[in-house]
């Protein structure tokens, strides 16, 4: 009887606190969204695609819409125009990070750039030194011919087995250790993987990092209900400290290794590493603490690595479901190239359907379907409604990416729908265009975008000028290609891309 009165008095106080929410709710003039249940509010509505659960309520509620995930107000942007509010006419108002409970890891949320508030001076200092000294046009020109090596090194891999008969080719697992090593040698100068799988040193590094991502990824009942975020109850926290422990010792170890180097007298090898090393802050003479070098280089490798295999392996699988346009794609390349072999950095710009391939597959299969959330710093009218200070904001690239109003057809693969017409003005990701935010757009945007976009560039049409690609004969036995989506810290393939080469 007691267990009972107690109970009841819980369901009780559950049904009233979600009474007085829905009325503090209508008085606080929030956008419109679904109602939610009482505690979990809209977390049920989300699925193992929210991307497209939230796409689906967006065309019910509205582009800007309102949800209560957990205990958290959440207001999601999905369409272009919304998007341009929240992160363009609005900027500095939504400029802040909503934290996820696994950027308090060893404090990694005041030391890395992607959550540090935009106005610090440990931000500022980390947006200069990369935007200066390692996404700049003048270090990219630099580093060229490392890229062209790493890609070099993807295409003999691929040619060796191509010789082995059906041998298929994982085309992710392969754009994810180059665009890994391409990190590791313009951070460190040296590799830190190796293409060949069985290889006996193949490396620790590579299966911790992909281990990472795959844990930061994962849905965290703690980033829905802050209040028990202490408790870590899926140890998901405990989890990725033992793994971001095992990452920061290794990229300690680089760190070691080059002091020593230095101190030995060893001549500065112009990596970012001794970049890092070297800074110096205008502002009161210091160095980088050595727990910021651990976060920034461990974000650069969670940030740059995923995405472009994603992008690539995406790519690919929309060409093999697509004759024509690989062939489409293959015939440029031959008209541009001719007999030339290896591609340079300066063809892309003369490739337009090439372009075209890579801007189509952003559109439809965006490495980060929702961005990093943005935090609203202040209480801010957006379209007639208030967007409450504190509310996390997320913006669905993914869903204005597929809006009918904005994109014909859109969930057709037509790269043609970027080849300029007479009276049109290109569409670009590079954040002027909020119809395709693949990087997001305003100060938040991803400082990586040029260093990632030369890369998927450089390796999609290495793939595709020295081989001629198709299906494996079991996936034509199993139905033919897959392309469920997997959402975690990238949207990927839920089964990974295996085709067969052959050389040309």
């Known amino acids: 009887m007691e267990l009972l009165f107690y109970t009841a008095c819980l369901v009780l106080a559950a049904c009233s606190y979600h009474l007085l929410g829905l009325l503090a709710d209508r008085r606080r003039n929030l956008p419109p969204g679904p109602r939610p249940l009482p505690l979990v509010g809209n977390l049920l509505s989300l699925g193992a695609l929210p991307h497209r ?3 689906r309520l967006a065309a019910r509620h509205g582009p800007v ?3 209560r995930l957990g205990t958290v107000t ?30 308090h890891v060893f404090a990694h949320y005041t030391h890395s750039m992607a959550w540090l508030p935009p106005g610090s001076p440990r931000w500022r200092a980390l947006r200069k030194v990369c935007s200066g000294e390692l996404f700049a046009p003048h270090r990219l020109d630099a580093h060229q011919s490392l890229r062209r090596e790493k890609v070099e090194q993807l295409v003999s891999h691929v040619a ?71 408790l870590d109850p899926q140890g998901l926290r405990r989890r990725i400290e033992g793994l971001l422990q095992r990452l920061h010792a290794m990229i300690d170890h680089q760190i ?7 101190a030995e007298g060893e001549p500065a090898k112009k990596n970012f590493l001794d970049v890092l090393l070297d800074y110096c802050s205008a502002e009161d003479g210091r160095g980088f603490q050595r727990q910021t070098l651990l976060s920034l280089i461990s974000d650069l490798f969670n940030a740059g690595t995923d995405t472009t295999a994603a992008t690539v392996e995406w790519a690919m699988a929309e060409l093999l479901l697509h004759p024509s346009s690989m062939a489409r794609a293959r015939d440029e390349l031959a008209q541009v190239l001719g007999s030339k072999q290896e591609i340079e950095e300066s063809d892309i710009g003369q490739l337009k359907y090439l372009q075209a391939i890579v801007k189509e597959t952003f559109r439809l299969h965006p490495p980060a379907p929702f961005l990093l ?23 669905n690239v993914w869903a204005i990416g597929h809006d009918a109003e904005v994109w014909p057809e859109p969930e057709k693969f037509m790269p043609e729908r970027f080849l300029l017409a007479d009276d049109k003005l290109e569409v670009d990701f590079r954040g002027r265009d909020f119809e395709l935010l693949p990087f997001g757009s305003g100060r938040r945007m991803c400082p990586g975008m040029p260093l990632a976009t030369r890369m998927a560039h450089l390796m999609l049409a290495s793939l595709l000028h020295r081989f001629e690609w198709s299906l494996p004969a079991h996936v034509h036995k199993n139905g ?4 469920t989506e997997r959402l975690g810290l990238n949207l990927s393939m839920a089964t990974p891309l295996q085709a067969m080469a052959t050389p040309i």
């Open 160 to 230: 060796r087995l191509s010789r082995r008969q059906s041998v298929p080719i994982h085309i992710g697992r392969l754009a994810f250790t180059t665009a890994l090593n391409l990190l590791s040698s313009t951070i460190f100068s040296t590799d830190l993987a190796d293409l060949d799988v069985d290889a006996p040193d193949n490396c620790e590094f590579k299966s911790v990092l992909a281990e990472l991502n795959m844990a930061v990824g994962l849905p965290n009942l703690s980033d829905f209900f802050p209040e028990i975020a202490r």
């Open 256 to 262: 070691e290794r080059r002091l020593r180097e230095r």
């Open 65 to 67: 819409m309102t949800l």
């Open 480 to 483: 033919g290609l897959d392309m």
């Open 74 to 103: 959440t207001v999601v942007a999905s369409s272009a125009d919304a998007a341009r509010e929240f992160l363009h006419r609005h900027d500095a108002a939504f400029s802040g990070r909503f934290l996820f409970d696994s950027s």
């Open 53 to 55: 659960s939230l796409a």
């Open 373 to 395: 959330p943005h935090l609203a710093e202040t209480a801010t009218q957006v379209r007639g409604y208030t967007v409450p200070k504190g509310a996390r904001i997320l913006v």
